[in-house]
């Protein structure tokens, strides 16, 4: 079945530097990536539509200039935390789909700890 | 913006006991899903509902999806240990988004 692969799986970095997350389909093509941010025992937000050659589309709060996020082919959509601070710190997440309506696949998600 | 309420918050039960959550949508939905989460894994995709009123039933889980298509449930019944996870309702909405219940945690004591 499909399966959406993202790494790193678990990531530390210092202070004011930059972590890019990346998340490919691996054996179909996904026109739209989701990235969600999940804090410890909380729900998933989602932080951002990745498009295709296109621009990403930022949810309401979301810092596009922090998150930037790039999604060069249809199999790869990455997401780069720029200066990093321990408040994001957290499990960040993507998912893929065949196309709208189909089921959505999960990647196995990503632990940033920024210190 | 679109919220999905989902209740409870937590839930321990003892193995064969039964286990509801739901979840309940400010706003009409396109669809609901249903993901389960294990601890330090990811959401992993139970099942999709797109039919109001609709039922669906995976073995001891069954799915309902309101007639407005603004609630849903899960329920399973004769919990296992095997059930542990934390399970999140995700309402469809515009361009395959989905926004997520808050979670419902359930531990089942054998």
């Known amino acids: 079945g499909a399966v959406v692969s993202q790494h790193p799986s678990r990531v530390i970095c210092k202070s004011g530097t930059s972590v890019k997350i990346e998340c490919r389909s691996l054996?179909?093509?996904?026109?739209?990536m989701f990235w969600y941010r999940q804090f410890p025992k909380k729900s998933l937000m989602l932080m951002a539509t990745?498009?295709?050659?296109?621009?990403?589309?930022?949810e309401q709060g979301v810092e596009k200039d922090k998150f930037l996020i790039n999604h060069a082919s249809l199999t790869l959509s990455t997401l780069t935390v720029t200066s990093a601070h321990p408040e994001d710190s957290s499990f960040y997440i993507c998912?893929?789909?065949?196309?709208?309506?189909?089921?959505?696949?999960f990647g196995e998600g990503s632990w940033l700890t920024v210190v | 913006g679109q919220q999905v309420m989902q209740i409870p918050q937590y839930q321990h039960v003892q193995e064969g006991e039964d286990f509801t959550t739901y979840c309940n949508s400010s706003?009409?939905?396109?669809?609901i899903q249903w993901y389960k989460q294990r601890p330090g894994g990811h959401p992993v995709f139970l099942i999709q509902?797109?039919?109001?009123?609709e039922v669906k039933k995976q073995k001891r889980l069954t799915f309902q999806f309101g007639e407005a298509k603004k609630n849903s449930s899960l329920h399973i019944t004769a919990t296992q240990t095997t059930d542990v996870g934390t399970y999140f309702c995700?309402?469809?909405?515009?361009?395959?988004?989905?926004?997520f219940g808050a979670g419902t945690i359930l531990r089942v004591k054998s």
């Open positions: 998912s893929a789909s065949l196309s709208s309506g189909n089921t959505i696949y």
């Open positions: 706003t009409t939905l396109s669809n």
């Open positions: 990745s498009n295709e050659g296109s621009k990403a589309t930022y």
């Open positions: 509902l797109v039919k109001s009123g």
């Open positions: 995700a309402g469809g909405i515009a361009g395959n988004k989905l926004v």
């Open positions: 054996d179909f093509q996904a026109t739209t």
